[in-house]
């Protein structure tokens, strides 16, 4: 499809459309950092156009009393006393949900470096959290970083093994990954609602009645370091985040595995031409993907949620915003940060328990991000619209010349 | 377009009836019947019957598969497999409990109820990936029609207002994704993903801001057609002589589909389309404006299915209430290597998982049915995988095209 495996290739048409990494890199040296604003600013104004047609309410109020709840007004100086205490509170909750988006953005992120649109980040973060809850809830006499350590593995290696199942397919017999990942996310979800559902194998031995799994014992905890723990305080998962989106960048610009995975991303036949295993690529890639959002899953579970249900896998949308955090942010580092954070920010400040129904419901406004989201996505392939502005506009210098020197 | 293809386009061929392809179709009946005899109304009671049906059908499979009906053949060995095992458990399971799951005529009923929506979005995805456009926004696509034919069905007080409004707004979502993958050449997976996303957003956000905490109003919805010379009849009658409109639509399309697609000029237009665009373009067909057609009946499809869902069956809506449907058509079309028949099949093979799925628990504990929900997804894995045969896509399918 967009980009062909191996030799099997078919004779590259005439005018067929380059790799979408070719195309995605094309845009990163034209747009830089200008099209991404650009592309939140304008969701954020359609959103606005939505709350004002609907409504009727000032939507600069609405985005105001969200962002209030976001925590983010903790970086002004002039916040103090009991606002600046709420600020906190909100702030780490905001943190706590960019953490796992961190992470599930650069698994969509690093697939799509090598060429791959992984969208069972969703199905991978699933896994890792499966996985994360039940070491973390069995073996209760190991010590405490011994069991984190051990929990956290075992996440990201299933999460690997998830997404590598996705990359071994398109390595070996060339099945595209969007289908085989799409396929692994529903099989993840439901298997995760018999393993947890009534009478399923990992439902909790203690309450017999209620789909959900047994608790995370006190061991197997992330410590908190901002907050109160009792408080859903900031735990310390978001170093892990932070320190993959450093071995992200790291992997990606500065080792042999990462220059062949960029290589197989812009072009996999010139890749293959100069000597470079292109399956493994593929695979590596994918599995990498797939460690980042089973990371995901074992952080969200092992810090603050602590059990999962039925009813979490069936609402939870993490590995899908993903997707966005990953176009928003250019697959680069800094950006999958900066957007993580903004995602994060959007889902805490749009919740339930922030948002003044005076000013706007809060059920309203978390659909709202939802449109938002899609926006962002759709136009992030703005960057071909403005690319074909830029077109147009050449197109249309172009003739004008023409006409000029004619005349 | 492949060989098999252009025959079939042709018509029937009955000599692909004979030799080694009948052997397949026969042992997949045998594998099937494997499993059906230890099952009510015969209940045979002995693990021998269906192991050696089974062995047959692996046998036939087998023998077909080394003579070159790869697919059909290992599907007959994968049908012996599970007859077996099938077989083998029921003959273990009590009588009593094989009576309450296993009532032919309310599972083939739910089969078909479960199978409709998903038709209908497999359908949807035939037209807009033969002609080259990858179409992951089914889903959304049936969302939409969901909550507008709801919508408009309560406000008007006609289903027939509420399924044009669930078309309009289905094909409308189409249209943003056909714009952006299309004249933008944006990749086709992201706009699909997008669409997805802002259909979640819309109909939650218009469905909480219209109806709030009260739910939809309660609609007619789509009547049911009432076929009483049936009702005597064997297996069919509990099946047939009642069925929801919508299912009866979904017949008519799925033929209709298969007659545009391959026996129409405009058929053959857009699998040209999606095969080579280049070579289409050069003998005057237009790509964008055949693509952007596709794009479009794809989403009102979809949307049909949303509505069946929506005011056919359930005659409510929820947020999210597709719940991965569009996804599970889009495995049946890929599964029934993207053909009108083929995709159908599927959809009914995934409905009766469903169906099991939905009965198993009331004779074996809760969590238990919930495994053959992931049915669909293993088989089309193991379709694009290779296993069984290859699923072969338009071969243009997800290539965005720069008009020369």
């Excluded at chain 1, 709840?69 to 600020?87: E, I, K, M, Y």
């Excluded at chain 1, 011994?146 to 593995?153: E, G, N, P, S, Y």
């Excluded at chain 2, 021998?48 to 290992?74: D, E, H, K, N, S």
């Excluded at chain 2, 939650?204 to 009483?228: A, K």
């Amino acid at each position: 499809m967009s980009t062909p495996a191996g030799p099997a290739l078919p004779p590259a048409e005439e005018g067929a459309a380059p790799t979408f990494a070719a195309r995605l890199a094309l845009y990163q040296r034209a747009g830089g950092i200008v099209t991404p604003i650009l592309t939140a600013a304008f969701a954020f104004f359609v959103g606005g156009l939505v709350v004002l047609l609907t409504t009727g309410k000032n939507p600069l109020t609405t985005y105001e009393a969200i962002f209030d709840g976001t925590g983010l007004n903790w970086l002004f100086p002039w916040v103090s006393g009991q606002d600046r205490f709420l600020a906190s509170l909100n702030l780490q909750q905001t943190l706590l949900l960019a953490t796992p988006l961190m992470l599930t953005g650069l698994a969509v992120a690093f697939a799509f470096r090598c060429g791959m649109f992984n969208i069972g980040g969703q199905g991978q973060y699933i896994v890792g959290a499966t996985f994360a809850v039940w070491v973390g809830s069995s073996f209760s006499e190991l010590a405490r970083p011994l069991h984190i350590a051990l929990a956290v593995v075992a996440a990201a290696v299933a999460g690997a093994v998830w997404a590598g199942i996705a990359g071994l397919l398109k390595a070996t017999v060339g099945a595209h990954e969007v289908i085989t990942t799409i396929m692994l996310n529903w099989i993840a979800i439901w298997v995760g609602l018999y393993l947890f559902g009534l009478g399923g194998p990992l439902q909790s031995s203690t309450q017999e009645s209620v789909p959900i799994s047994n608790d995370v014992v006190a061991a197997a905890k992330l410590p908190v370091f901002w907050g109160d723990p009792l408080l859903q305080g900031l735990h310390i998962g978001l170093f892990f985040a932070l320190g993959a989106l450093v071995a992200y960048w790291v992997t990606l610009n500065r080792t042999t595995l990462g220059y062949e995975v960029r290589a197989v991303g812009f072009n996999p036949e010139a890749a293959r031409y100069g000597g470079i295993s292109v399956p493994r690529s593929y695979f590596l890639a994918m599995a990498i993907s797939g460690l980042f959002a089973g990371l995901a899953g074992a952080l969200d579970i092992l810090g603050w949620q602590f059990r999962i249900g039925q009813a979490d896998i069936q609402v939870s949308q993490i590995g899908f915003i993903g997707i966005a955090v990953a176009l928003l942010g250019r697959n680069t580092a800094v950006g999958v940060f900066l957007s993580a954070i903004l995602f994060g920010a959007l889902l805490q400040g749009t919740s339930t328990r922030n948002l003044d129904p005076e000013i706007f419901r809060a059920e309203l406004a978390s659909n709202l991000t939802l449109i938002i989201q899609g926006l962002v996505v759709l136009f992030v392939g703005a960057d071909v619209l403005i690319l074909y502005l830029w077109q147009a506009r050449r197109k249309l210098g172009l003739t004008r010349r023409k006409a000029a020197t004619e005349a | 377009m492949s060989a098999r293809a252009e025959a079939s386009s042709r018509g029937f061929d009955w000599s692909r009836l004979s030799g080694p392809r009948a052997i397949a179709i026969a042992g997949i009946v045998l594998g099937a019947l494997a499993f059906w005899l230890a099952l009510p109304p015969l209940k045979s009671r002995t693990a021998f019957v269906p192991l050696l049906i089974g062995i047959l059908a692996i046998a036939a499979g087998i023998w077909a598969a080394t003579r070159g009906q790869r697919r059909l053949g290992w599907g007959a060995i994968v049908a012996g497999l599970v007859g077996i095992a099938g077989g083998v458990l029921a003959t273990r399971s009590s009588a009593a409990d094989l009576d309450i799951v296993v009532v032919w005529s309310a599972l083939g009923a739910a089969t078909l109820r479960y199978a409709t929506p998903l038709t209908f979005a497999a359908l949807g995805g035939l037209f807009a990936e033969r002609s080259g456009v990858v179409n992951i926004g089914l889903e959304g696509m049936m969302l939409m029609g969901a909550f507008f034919g709801i919508w408009a069905n309560a406000e008007s007080g006609s289903w027939v207002v509420g399924i044009l409004a669930a078309m309009a707004a289905g094909g409308l979502l189409a249209l943003i994704h056909a714009f952006f993958s299309i004249h933008l050449r944006a990749d086709q997976i992201v706009s699909g993903t997008a669409v997805n996303f802002l259909a979640l957003g819309i109909t939650g956000y218009l469905y909480i801001d219209l109806y709030g905490d009260q739910g939809t109003p309660s609609v007619s919805g789509i009547p049911d057609v009432r076929l009483s010379f049936l009702d005597d009849v064997y297996f069919l009658g509990p099946i047939f002589a009642q069925l929801n409109l919508m299912i009866w639509i979904s017949f008519a399309l799925l033929i209709a589909t298969y007659v545009v697609m391959f026996k129409t000029k405009v058929g053959l237009r857009i699998r040209s389309v999606g095969e080579h665009p280049r070579a289409a373009e050069t003998v005057g067909i237009s790509v964008y404006r055949t693509r952007y057609a596709a794009v479009t009946v794809s989403g009102m499809l979809a949307a049909l299915g949303g509505a069946y869902l929506s005011i056919g069956f359930v005659h409510a809506f929820g947020e999210n209430m597709t719940a991965g449907k569009g996804f599970i058509g889009l495995a049946a079309l890929i599964f029934g290597n993207w053909r009108p028949f083929g995709a159908f099949g599927a959809a009914l093979l995934f409905g009766f998982s469903s169906a099991l799925a939905q009965r198993l628990p009331d004779a074996y504990g809760t969590s238990s049915g919930t495994l053959f929900e992931t049915l669909p997804y293993v088989l089309t894995l193991i379709a694009v995988a290779g296993v069984i045969g290859r699923s072969r896509p338009p071969a243009a399918v997800g290539r965005p095209y720069q008009k020369q």
